[in-house]
């Protein structure tokens, strides 16, 4: 929670914690943050990829700033350097993710294909 305000520019009004007693009997802390922001959002199933590639660089860069709000600028710029390396390191895994997705999804539309399971369209 802590953390979470940090990143955050303008406060959700609802962030906090809450420590309850379940029904076992044992004290449990849950984070409580507010469901909806009522702020706009972007269809990104109907981005045309130019699009897509502006709104990704906006939500990186968005995130990057956010993380940079809880740290040290100095030591971070001095951890990841000059070099392309994080660039590079972060790229690959972005890259790997997708392709991960990828297969995944397939898999998942060989399985309803086959009728090892039932799916549902449109909601």
Not at 55 to 68: I, N
Request: with cysteine; hydrophobic share 45%; charged share 25%.
């Amino acid at each position: 929670m802590v953390g979470q305000r940090l990143m955050q520019t303008v406060g959700d009004i609802l962030l906090g914690w809450q420590r309850v007693s379940g029904i076992d009997g044992k004290e449990r802390d849950f984070y409580v943050r507010q469901l909806r922001d009522w702020k706009g959002s972007v269809d990104v199933e109907a981005l045309v990829p130019n699009w897509m590639r502006v709104y990704a660089q906006l939500c990186g860069w968005t995130l990057a700033r956010a993380h940079a709000r809880t740290g040290d600028r100095i030591a971070i710029a001095a951890y990841l350097g000059t070099s392309d390396a994080f660039t590079d390191a972060v790229t690959d895994f972005a890259e790997t993710y997708a392709d991960m997705t990828e297969r995944d999804h397939a898999e998942l539309t060989a399985a309803i294909a086959d009728g090892r399971i039932e799916a549902t369209t449109g909601v």
